[in-house]
């Protein structure tokens, strides 16, 4: 038997040294097909701009009054915590979208290429980083338009949308997780919110911690939440809202959560896919 | 690593076994297999067979728990990324993105396939033109029909031009029209040199396409061989008669059993019998029947289905689930009972 095989067709140039351009372009790829996605349903992308905005309005003139924080401009204590609150939402959607890519059948589809293996989840959680970040944006206009003022200084302010949006990006690991354990999309938006209720709710992004009972505050004062929403009220208002401390310890938080979630995901991706 | 000697082998397998930790599921239970550079070979099986599972483990989707396999001589475990690169697949779920236009579909597999900007562009083209898509190449996949999504489903599978292509199901759900152009599409490949291997559920399929088919049932291989060969086995034709009442059952049963070398099927009126010669049998059901003043409701004539296959090949039909592998269709109505221990004993093994 003398039959000849043909060659395999190798139309890219992969070579050891161009494999991390490659990963790169995967990612750029995915990240770039998830934000299509996002553009082709203006509605989703309505509805949960919408979600925040709400809560500015609800939080600034229905329950405001009845709040008092340090400071007295209460606005300005709750924008900090309402843009928090918007990329946690904002990063959820890593669960949803990953779900629906898995049971859809079209990461199967990816994993028969020979693309870079993390940019499945690397491309997800850019993509709603990304989102996060137009997001912020019109948040941040509403935000203005309500009444809420910069205290301290531009560069300080957008030092502060950066610690918000790096959390949120870590957090996007740990959705990836859960959106990879679900058996759908619409339970992997079901699996989440249990987890993310408690930590925005019982923190310092609406009302001050020291307002609540003894053993909350002993979780509110240390749960992560809390340490971005007084890092990024450091940084965005100061004053006596000043914190420092809490800048470092949001940091830490956030490459720790990055550091131990970002394995899990691509670990449970590499099982389930 | 294992070694491949046959070297005119495009895809060679040996000895899979996957079992699902999930339901402790046997999915495999030693599947080989040898699909000749330039050929067809149709793995044909019911839901739940182990098709699936063995194009999944070919694709370097899934890794054997047991076994090895290679693709033109790259193994599917130690060289995945290079099987990738020389691989296409295409499946029943037609794995492509909702969101997305025909046009951005292909460019997404092409530039994850590591094809250049320029490449990935001109190669959309082309193949929305060569499926019939270039007028909805730019429309968002919503508006697609189900024909629509496996033209470019397989279209994207073909982006990187893979000398080895893999469709698992092509046309499962199609209308009879999209399957015929799903055909017309694989055979003009098939001219072209590319090695196909295709999973199918239908007896049709397998017999255009197939140069070579191999049955598997319960993760084993239960037959192999040309289109012809299998079928000669089979027989060729389904006498199906509905009687008129249950009392006649018995006696029915008895007065055809010689008319066929395999014996009647029976569900609760209907009594179906696989022969060679149809019109000829269909004739001599009837004279038997009438001349014996035997009521009947019904008669049909039809081909063998695969149902017919599985029974004829392994003795029973097959109600294993691969965990969530295949989604598992309702049967249709012949709840025929497995024929006997030596099944059984088998299964056990």
Known sequence: MTTTLPAPLLLDDQTEGNRLAWAVADIITMAKRNILAVMRTPEA????????????LLFTYVFGGAIHVPGGHYINFLMP???VQTVI???MSSAAGLAEDLHKGIIERFRALPMSRSAVLAGRTTSDLVRNFFVMILITIVGFAVGFRIGTNFGLFLCGVLVILFFAYALSWGFAYIGLSAPNAETAQV??????FPLLFASSAFVPVATMPGWLQVFAEHQPVTQVVN?????????????????????????GLLVVLAPIAVRKYRKVA | MANFPHSSLAVE??????????GNVRALDGVSLQVEAGTVLGLLGPNGAGKTTVVRILSTILGPDSGHAA???LDVVTQADAVRRTIGLAGQYAAVDENLTGRENIHMVARLSHLSRTVAARRATELLEEFGLANAGDRVLKTYSGGMRRRLDLAAALVASPPVLFLDEPTTGLDPQSRQGLWAAIEELVREGTTVLLTTQYLEEADRLARDIVVIDHGRVSAEGTPAQLKADLGTSVVSVTLGEYDVVARAVELLTPLSEKPPLVENLVVELTVNDGPKAGADVLRTLDTAEIPIAGLALREPSLDDVFLTLTGHKTTIEEGEEESVK????????????????????
């Open chain 1, 45 to 56: 992308l309505f509805f949960t701009t919408l979600q925040p905005i709400m809560f500015v």
């Open chain 1, 81 to 83: 915590g309402v843009f």
């Open chain 1, 89 to 91: 939402f904002g990063a």
């Open chain 1, 191 to 196: 699996m989440v919110f249990p987890l993310i």
């Open chain 1, 231 to 255: 890092a990024s009220r450091s940084l965005m208002v100061g004053g006596v809202l000043h914190d420092s401390g809490a800048v470092w310890s949001a940091l830490l938080w956030t490459v």
């Open chain 2, 13 to 22: 397998a040996h000895d899979l076994v996957k079992v699902f930790p999930r």
């Open chain 2, 71 to 73: 693709v033109l001589g």
């Open chain 2, 330 to 349: 309702p049967k249709r109505g012949f709840g025929r009972g497995r024929k006997g221990a030596a099944t059984d004993g088998k299964d056990a093994a």
